[in-house]
Each structure stands twice: as structure tokens, then as C-alpha cells.
């Protein structure tokens, strides 16, 4: 979906088109949300949205989308993975490696992997299968939606204001920060890596 459409959106359904992008993009397929959280603080900046009302609409979406998500892992996730997990080559061993990482990192994954496309969609899934505590979910998915929607609005808001940013550029915005990102965790997972060989 280009710039055009979501703004054309946006102008049509407001605030609920907001809600649903961000909801869409936790339970559904991973897309680039960072960008859209930036354009919405960039057409605040502009006076196009309201930062209250804009702001809400993006946290209730994520963190609604989070909570859902975490309900269907709950109640259908680990079935459906041990019917239909083999034809996507999904083993017994397979399974078990990934739940014992997530399971060994569950908080840092809940608050940190709304940083990270897939992991995001992925996190509130393996939190329900994993029957992780509701009340410890809530408050991590809680925490994990603030820092994530808040400072890429607010980005958007006062980069948008200092340098007068055309709203159709803000995809590739999206795209340099998620390349830095990766860069940055690459790089703390090879110090990571290299300082345990040392040992």
C-alpha cells in the first residue's frame, strides 16, 4: 500500500483507520508500522491529526492486536502447530529450541520485539501457546506498546516540524531506521557471541 492510499484513508475514516492498521499489523502480516507511527507524528506536526487522539488510536491498536494475538495462541496456537507445523517444516525438536529461547528471554522479547518486524507478530503467539500469566503478559505487551508507539510519533512530530518533511518520503524513513536497527543488533550479537568464546 502506497503513501497516497493511506492518506486517502486517513482522511476518509480518521482515527479508526489508525486503530486498524496498527491492529492489522500485530495479529496479521508484518509491514512496516514504524513508518506509518512516524507519517501520523508528521501529520500531527502539520496539524492534520490530533496528537491525543492519533497517539491513543495507534496504542489501542497495537496493544488490542497484542492481546488478541496472545488469546488465539492461547486457546488454537499449539494445536494448530501440532497439526499443521510438520508441513512447514516445524519438528518436535525444532519447536521445543525456539520455545526454550523465548521462554529463557520472555520479557525482553514482549517489550523489545515490537522493535523487530515478525517478531512482533510472532511474540504474543508463543506467549499464549506458552501459557505465559495474563497479568505478566498485560503489563509487558503494556510497557512494550508505550516505547514503541510514543517515540516514533514523537519523532515524527518534531522531525516533521524541523525539516518540513514531504509525508511521501516517510517510508524510506522507515526502511534506513529498520536497516539500522538490524545493523545495531547484529552487531551486539557478534560482541555478544565473541565475548562467550572467549570465556
Known sequence: ??????LHFIDLYGYLIIFLFLFMGIVGIPA?????LFLIGVLIG???LSFGLATLSAFLGAFIGMLIAYVC??????????KFGKYVGITNDRWEKVQGKYMKNVQKTIV??????????????????NHIPFCKFLLFSLLGTVLWTVPFIVAGYYMGNAFHI??????LLGVVFIVFLLI???INYMKKKKKNAQK
Open 166 to 171: 514531504n509525508p511521501e518520503y516517510v517510508p
Open 1 to 6: 500500500m502506497n503513501i497516497d492510499s493511506i
Open 32 to 36: 512496516p508500522e514504524e513508518s506509518l
Open 184 to 186: 545495531y543488533v547484529s
Open 46 to 48: 502539520q496539524n492534520k
Open 73 to 82: 495462541g492461547k486457546y488454537v496456537g499449539y494445536h494448530f502447530i501440532n
Open 112 to 129: 523489545f520485539g515490537f522493535y523487530l518486524p515478525g517478531i512482533r507478530q510472532i511474540s504474543p503467539y508463543f506467549a499464549g501457546i
